[in-house]
Every structure is written in C-alpha cells, then in structure tokens.
Nanobody, 115 residues
Framework: QVQLVESGGGLVEAGGSLRLSCAAS????????MGWYRQAPGKQRELVAR???????NVADSVKGRFTISRDNAKSTVYLQMNSLKPDDTATYYC?????????WGRGTQVTVSS
C-alpha cells in the first residue's frame, strides 16, 4: 500500500519560512514525478510545484521565486522550502505524483500564515 506522509507545517507570520517534507513509499518514489499540492478552505486543490526523477522543477506562478521543491531519492522524500510566506499561502499542503495524482491522499500538513 502506497503511503504519503506530509510534515513540517505550522503557524508562521507573513514573511516567514517553513520547510515541508513528504515521505513516500519507496516503490513509487523513484519512478514518478512528485508534486506538492495545496487546498485552501472553499477552494479546489491546486498543484504548486513538481519535480521530475532527474530533478527538473516547475512551480506555479503564484509561488515562483518563493517556493523551492527538491527531492532525496535515497530517502524517498520530497521537500518544499517556502520563503516569504503570505497569508494567501494558508492551506493544507499535500504531496502526490504530478501533474496527475495517482495515489490516495495523505493527511496533509497545515500551513497558516498570519498577517
């Protein structure tokens, strides 16, 4: 069974930083593009960043220049470094394959940015 476990969220003031981690089952990690998604209350889930198995990245315009995605294939873990956080970044953050999710969503990790 594939598992996706997100961590690292929290409450931070605007302008602050957080680093999210997602540990995935090794069986799926090494062969898939991985992505970070987020869902704010009342809004649809959106893909904010993705990274290929070889390390090529793509980030949404809304977070470009502030968020960086990376992966450690040996640890089957994908990271999201979030800097210059804004209240609009408040959401629950999830990881999954990208650009289409293939697996059951994990619990996510809550990020709350206060103004």
């Amino acid at each position: 069974q594939v598992q996706l476990v997100e961590s690292g969220g929290g409450l931070v003031e605007a302008g602050g930083s957080l680093r999210l981690s997602c540990a995935a089952s090794a069986s799926i990690f090494s062969i898939n593009v991985m992505g970070w998604y987020r869902q704010a209350p009342g809004k649809q889930r959106e893909l904010v960043a993705r990274i290929s198995t070889g390390g090529m990245t793509n980030v949404a315009d809304s977070v470009k220049g502030r968020f960086t995605i990376s992966r450690d294939n040996a640890k089957s873990t994908v990271y999201l470094q979030m800097n210059s956080l804004k209240p609009d970044d408040t959401a629950t953050y999830y990881c999954n394959t990208a650009p289409l999710y293939k697996f059951t969503w994990g619990r996510g990790t809550q990020v709350t940015v206060s103004s």
